[in-house]
């Protein structure tokens, strides 16, 4: 098991059908670990991408965030689980709260925090889900990303030294 001092981020709005599934995710996870949640793990949820996002990261030394992957509707796989890395972000389509329309992304934001002094973490993980909805309100995510979030959590159990 891995002690390093390590956040966990479920990103998305759980009334936007789909687009909840890294909070969902975050929660299933506490669930499983309460109450005896290791003091050098964080879990929380979070609504926002690039400079927030990069502002709750500081200060740890790993970084997984759960997030949905809107592809193209075309060739989109609902439930299929990424494994990313920030060069995955860098150099491919970002999941859905990495960048944002009104803000610059995460990794740029990661990439200027870094260049300016601050303690970005050396390791970050990106569990992306792709998803059918984000568009329609509603708290149930669809069948099939519904189906993915349990083998989300096991992922980052195992990412994290903690799977049983």
Same mark, same amino acid.
């Given at each position: 098991m891995d002690t390093q001092k390590t956040i966990v981020i479920g990103l998305g709005n759980p009334i936007l059908t789909d687009d909840g599934v890294g909070v969902l995710a975050a929660r299933q996870l506490e669930q499983h670990l309460s109450p005896e949640l290791p003091s050098w793990l964080t879990i929380t949820e979070? &609504?926002? &991408? &690039?400079?927030? !996002?990069?502002?709750l990261t500081l200060g740890y030394q790993r970084?997984? !965030? =759960?997030?949905?992957?809107?592809?193209?509707?075309?060739?989109?796989?609902?439930?299929? =689980? /990424? +494994?990313?890395?920030?060069?995955? !972000?860098?150099?491919?389509?970002?999941? +859905?709260?990495?960048?944002?329309? /009104?803000?610059?992304?995460?990794?740029?934001? !990661?990439?200027?925090?870094?260049?300016?002094?601050?303690?970005?973490?050396?390791?970050?993980s990106v569990f992306a889900v792709e998803v059918e909805n984000i568009l329609e309100f509603g708290e149930e995510p669809t069948t099939q990303v519904a189906q993915a979030i349990p083998r989300v959590v096991e992922l980052v159990l195992a990412e994290l030294g903690l799977a049983e």
């Open positions: 979070a &609504g926002v &991408g &690039g400079l927030r !996002l990069m502002e970084v997984v !965030l =759960i997030d949905a992957w809107y592809l193209d509707p075309d060739r989109t796989n609902p439930g299929k =689980i /990424h +494994q990313l890395s920030l060069d995955d !972000l860098r150099s491919g389509p970002p999941t +859905q709260h990495s960048t944002s329309a /009104h803000d610059t992304s995460l990794v740029t934001a !990661l990439d200027t925090a870094r260049a300016l002094g601050y303690p970005v973490a050396e390791q970050f």
